[in-house]
C-alpha cells in the first residue's frame, strides 16, 4: 500500500520556466510587459481581436518551440510509476506535460494548440496561427476563431472534476504557482478540508505558502525530480 493513495498535482508557469516560458508575475513576467485586461479578457478581445490574437500567436509559437524540463518529466515518471492514483491539473497552456509523457493532465485554463469557434462552439487541435480571416474547420464560419484557452471573467474548464478529485485526496502538492489566481489559489484549501497532506513546491514561498503544511523551495528541475523521487520510495 503506497503512503499516499490519491495524489493530485497542481502546476503552475513556474514549472515551465526553465523550459524558457515566462512566467506572468515574476520580474519580467508577462503581466509585467502586456496589460492582462487588454489581452486575456473578453472584453479585451471585443475590443481588439487582432491584438488578443496575435499574443496568443507568439505564446503557441513559442510553446511548440519549448521542451518539456526534468520537472515534466518527474511528473510524468509520478504518473507512470506510482502505485497509488496521481492526477494531474494544470494551470499551464503550453503542452510541455504531454511532450514529457503525462497521458492526460487536466487543462483548467485551456490549451494553446486548441482553438474554439464562437459560432458554432466546436474545439479544434491547432497548431498554426490564428487570424481574423481564419474559418472554423466545422461551419467554416469566418473570423470566429479564439485560441481555447480561458479568459479572466471566464470559468475553469473541468471545474467539477477537480473539486471531486480535491475532496477525495490524500496528497496534494503544488507547484510553481503565485496562488494568487482563484478558483486554483484555493485547492489547497479544499485538499485540507478532505485531510490530505499538503506541499508546496515553488522557487518561493507563494502568496499562499503559509496554508501548506510543508513547503519546499528552489528551482523546479530540481526540486521536483527529487520530490517525486522521495514519493517513489514511499
Ligand atoms: P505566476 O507567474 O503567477 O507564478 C509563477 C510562480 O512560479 C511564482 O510563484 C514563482 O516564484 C514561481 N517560479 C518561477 N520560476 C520558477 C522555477 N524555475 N521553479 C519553480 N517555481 C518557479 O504563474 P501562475 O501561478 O501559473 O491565467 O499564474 C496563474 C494564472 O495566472 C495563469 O494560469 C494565467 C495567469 O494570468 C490565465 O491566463 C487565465
Given at each position: 500500500m503506497p503512503a499516499f493513495e490519491r495524489i493530485v498535482i497542481l502546476t503552475g508557469a513556474g514549472l515551465s520556466a526553465e523550459s524558457g516560458l515566462g512566467t506572468f508575475?515574476?520580474?519580467?513576467?508577462?503581466w509585467t510587459k502586456y496589460d492582462l485586461a487588454e489581452v486575456a479578457t473578453p472584453q479585451g478581445y471585443a475590443r481588439n481581436p487582432s491584438l488578443v490574437l496575435d499574443f496568443y500567436n507568439t505564446r503557441r509559437r513559442n510553446a511548440l518551440a519549448a521542451r518539456p524540463n526534468a520537472a515534466h518529466e518527474a511528473l510524468a515518471r509520478l504518473e507512470r510509476d506510482y502505485p497509488g492514483e496521481v492526477l494531474t491539473v494544470t494551470?499551464?497552456?503550453?503542452?510541455l506535460h504531454e511532450a514529457a509523457g503525462s497521458r492526460s493532465p487536466i487543462h483548467m485554463h485551456g490549451e494553446l494548440a486548441k482553438a474554439l469557434c464562437l459560432s458554432c462552439d466546436g474545439r479544434h487541435p491547432w497548431l498554426d496561427d490564428i487570424s481574423l480571416d481564419t474559418c472554423c474547420p466545422g461551419c467554416s464560419a469566418p473570423g470566429r476563431m479564439r485560441p481555447d484557452v480561458v479568459w479572466f471573467g471566464e470559468m475553469p474548464y473541468h471545474m467539477e472534476r477537480i473539486e471531486e478529485a480535491l475532496g477525495n485526496c490524500d496528497l496534494f502538492v503544488s507547484i510553481g504557482t503565485s496562488g494568487t489566481v482563484y478558483p486554483a489559489a484555493g485547492f489547497v484549501v479544499s485538499a485540507r478540508g478532505a485531510g490530505a497532506h499538503t506541499v508546496e513546491l515553488n522557487l518561493e514561498p507563494s502568496d499562499?505558502?503559509?496554508?501548506?503544511?510543508e513547503r519546499v523551495q528552489g528551482p523546479a528541475t530540481q526540486v521536483v525530480p527529487a520530490y517525486v523521487e522521495r514519493l517513489l520510495q514511499c
Open positions: 508575475r515574476d520580474k519580467d513576467g508577462l494551470q499551464n497552456v503550453d503542452g499562499g505558502a503559509s496554508l501548506f503544511a
